[in-house]
């Protein structure tokens, strides 16, 4: 069964600092997903990675394979960027389906 | 493009008491899955179809919980008896791809109370 480990679980900064949020996993993976999650909203899937870098506007998620980590940062945050974002994982320790981490709980305060 | 569609999207019952949620899936995404998200926890899949096809329900507690996909379209995942822990969000995703390697689309969720 992989193991996903997020870091930091709760992150509170200033609006316009550059955010970065971690995810760790235990077993080789097939895809890595970030999400987001807005309070008592639905889920948003930002990104799907296996392998390099994807950006998307303000958004910047990488991954490294050989060190089973991935990163999502979020350059001049802006309060709208609260919310929860969820690293879940695809494959890995012989499992289908999605293994999710706790999630890190973003709060931009302006 | 309509999304993943869930109703209903509150529900509160009693302990002992059923219920059922559904989902609707975006138009030509054959896997849909039903994932459970307690309060504080990240979602845990519940049930993965290909088409109307179980793929995995190891983690669905099948004493209590039940699901079928119909038709290989919309989707309803019933609860009989509830139970206190079961309270949580429920969230149905759908994708084109299998095995959790294409985009995942979710819905709004149905946030269930049990009393």
């Known amino acids: 069964k992989n193991e996903v480990e997020q870091s930091p679980q709760n992150l509170t900064a200033q609006e316009g600092e550059f955010i970065t949020i971690n995810c760790s996993y235990s077993v080789g993976i097939s895809a890595l997903h970030w999400l987001q999650q807005h309070p008592g909203g639905g889920i948003v899937s930002l990104f799907m990675l296996s392998s390099g870098k994807k950006k998307h506007g303000r958004l910047i998620a990488t991954i490294n394979i050989q060190e089973k980590h991935s990163s999502l940062h979020i350059t001049a945050s802006h309060p709208r960027d609260s919310a929860v974002y969820i690293c879940?994982?695809?494959?890995?320790?012989?499992?289908?389906?999605?293994?999710f981490g706790k999630g890190t709980h973003l709060i931009i305060q302006p | 493009e309509a999304g993943v569609a869930q109703s209903p999207r509150y529900k509160i019952i009693e302990k002992r008491q059923s219920v059922a949620f559904w989902c609707n899936p975006i138009s030509g995404h054959a896997t849909l899955y039903w994932y459970q998200q307690i309060l504080g926890q990240g979602p845990k899949l519940l049930i993965q179809?290909?088409?109307?096809?179980?793929?995995?329900d190891s983690q669905l507690p099948k004493d209590r919980f039940s699901a079928e996909r119909l038709k290989g379209v919309d989707s309803t995942l019933k609860i009989q008896p509830a139970k206190l822990e079961d309270s949580a969000v429920y969230l149905c995703a759908s994708s084109l791809r299998p095995r959790n390697t294409g985009e995942l689309f979710f819905g709004e969720g149905s946030r269930l109370t049990v009393l």
């Open positions: 879940a994982v695809a494959g890995g320790g012989g499992a289908d389906g999605l293994t």
């Open positions: 179809f290909q088409n109307n096809g179980v793929v995995d």
